[in-house]
């Protein structure tokens, strides 16, 4: 009878994963299209603030900056950074290096408020900027062309989730980051085109200003580090149905992190906010996520139990990698190979596993 339901488990769990792949993430082939031959429906652009919120950067912004001043765009932007309570004097360096330039405006942390990257976004409310805000990190680089592509999304959408790629280097931790990181990009972005949109990422997110306010969970959950955007979009989609951007022009690359442990840590901040979404969007991922974690698990077992049963698990699964390949080379231009995306996929479980507290009860305090 065990050995029944272990059966039963493994076919069960191949069924989702394939689900998802073909409803949730093959649409974003003709999203992608769609993105890159988008053309603008209107003369005017839209004025538009990028955000950068940051907390001891300052080798970073020496290098962003200069980016976002050459950005190509017909239209105004300014640029916010609003900073956390640094200590490695990144006032003081964004004055003597930029102050020249009128459109970089810098936000000195409130004293005796909250400390957290949640809090500063929360001040944003008091600064004054244009009407659409676009976010990024201070490590990450954005291409020539994305405010440019993101605005052409912004005419049509209230809230525009981007994309934003890890940039590819030696250390044996990028596989996995790549992996999570093209798997995390169509989970969001494909729900987001059901209609079930429930996160984004803060490296590169789209908002007018007035619908983001309108969120309550900015104050609600303000304790929380991570969230912003997160438990925002998650609050709005019902009124507000985020659009995505799959143009490899509003791509902003980040730099990764470069050993295990940094990365776990990040990701414990980042799933931390999951126990706060809405219960349909936490039956749905935890519905991916434990199958994901399943069929290895049901294929190590069945190994011992039904050989012939799992071999058709890995075979299944060797056709999964082809169509997941297959997706993340169209639409997000990156090419797994065969030995690095199995060891990604094996190690992503295990960090799966691992994260769970983090997900469901843990608190993380840090940023």
């Given at each position: 009878?065990?050995?029944?339901?272990?059966?039963?488990?493994?076919?069960?769990?191949?069924?989702?994963?394939?689900?998802f792949?073909?409803?949730?993430?093959?649409?974003?082939?003709?999203?992608?299209?769609?993105?890159t031959?988008?053309?603008?429906?209107?003369?005017?652009?839209?004025?538009?603030?990028?955000?950068?919120?940051?907390?001891?950067?300052?080798?970073?912004?020496?290098?962003?900056?200069?980016?976002?001043?050459?950005?190509?765009?017909?239209?105004?932007?300014?640029?916010?950074?609003?900073?956390?309570?640094?200590?490695?004097g990144?006032?003081?360096?964004?004055?003597?290096?930029?102050?020249?330039?009128?459109?970089?405006?810098?936000?000195l942390?409130?004293?005796g408020?909250?400390?957290?990257?949640?809090?500063?976004?929360?001040?944003?409310?008091?600064?004054?900027t244009h009407?659409?805000?676009?976010?990024?990190?201070?490590?990450?680089?954005?291409?020539?062309?994305?405010?440019?592509?993101?605005?052409?999304?912004?005419?049509q959408?209230?809230?525009?989730?981007g994309?934003?790629?890890?940039?590819?280097?030696?250390?044996?931790?990028?596989?996995?980051?790549?992996?999570?990181?093209?798997?995390?990009?169509?989970?969001?972005?494909?729900?987001?085109?059901?209609?079930?949109?429930?996160m984004?990422?803060?490296r590169?997110?789209?908002?007018?200003?007035?619908?983001?306010?309108?969120?309550?969970?900015?104050?609600?959950?303000?304790?929380?580090?991570?969230?912003?955007?997160?438990?925002?979009?998650?609050?709005?989609k019902?009124?507000?149905?985020?659009?995505?951007?799959?143009?490899?022009a509003?791509?902003?690359?980040?730099?990764?992190?470069?050993?295990?442990?940094?990365?776990?840590?990040?990701?414990?901040?980042?799933?931390?906010?999951?126990?706060?979404?809405?219960?349909?969007d936490?039956?749905?991922?935890?519905?991916?996520?434990s199958s994901?974690?399943?069929?290895?698990m049901?294929?190590f077992?069945?190994?011992?139990?039904?050989?012939?049963?799992?071999?058709?698990?890995l075979?299944?699964?060797?056709?999964?990698?082809?169509?997941?390949?297959?997706?993340?080379?169209?639409?997000?231009?990156?090419?797994?190979?065969?030995?690095?995306?199995?060891?990604?996929?094996?190690?992503?479980?295990?960090?799966?596993?691992?994260?769970?507290?983090?997900?469901?009860?843990?608190?993380?305090?840090?940023?």
């Amino acid at each position: 009878m065990e050995i029944e339901s272990i059966k039963v488990v493994f076919v069960f769990v191949i069924i989702i994963q394939f689900l998802f792949l073909l409803i949730v993430f093959l649409p974003l082939h003709d999203a992608a299209y769609k993105n890159t031959h988008l053309e603008s429906i209107k003369l005017d652009w839209p004025d538009i603030s990028i955000l950068i919120i940051v907390k001891n950067e300052v080798a970073n912004l020496a290098d962003l900056i200069p980016h976002l001043l050459k950005l190509e765009y017909n239209g105004n932007f300014d640029i916010h950074i609003l900073d956390d309570n640094s200590t490695d004097g990144t006032h003081e360096f964004v004055q003597q290096r930029f102050g020249k330039y009128a459109q970089i405006h810098f936000h000195l942390s409130p004293n005796g408020v909250l400390t957290g990257k949640k809090q500063r976004l929360v001040d944003l409310a008091k600064i004054e900027t244009h009407k659409t805000v676009l976010l990024t990190d201070a490590d990450c680089r954005p291409g020539p062309k994305w405010l440019s592509s993101m605005a052409l999304c912004s005419m049509q959408h209230d809230i525009v989730l981007g994309y934003s790629p890890f940039y590819e280097d030696s250390q044996y931790i990028n596989n996995l980051i790549q992996f999570e990181t093209a798997l995390t990009g169509m989970m969001y972005s494909g729900l987001a085109l059901l209609g079930q949109a429930y996160m984004g990422v803060g490296r590169n997110i789209l908002y007018n200003r007035n619908v983001l306010f309108s969120s309550t969970n900015l104050n609600k959950y303000k304790e929380v580090l991570s969230g912003d955007d997160d438990l925002t979009v998650n609050e709005l989609k019902s009124t507000n149905s985020p659009g995505i951007n799959l143009d490899p022009a509003s791509f902003v690359h980040s730099i990764p992190k470069t050993n295990l442990t940094d990365w776990i840590r990040q990701k414990q901040r980042h799933v931390s906010t999951a126990k706060y979404y809405n219960i349909s969007d936490q039956v749905i991922l935890f519905s991916y996520y434990s199958s994901h974690v399943t069929w290895w698990m049901s294929i190590f077992i069945l190994i011992f139990v039904d050989l012939r049963l799992a071999v058709i698990g890995l075979l299944l699964k060797w056709i999964w990698y082809l169509i997941f390949r297959n997706i993340s080379r169209k639409v997000f231009k990156y090419v797994f190979a065969w030995n690095k995306i199995i060891c990604a996929d094996l190690l992503y479980s295990f960090c799966l596993v691992y994260l769970l507290p983090a997900a469901t009860i843990k608190k993380v305090l840090k940023w």
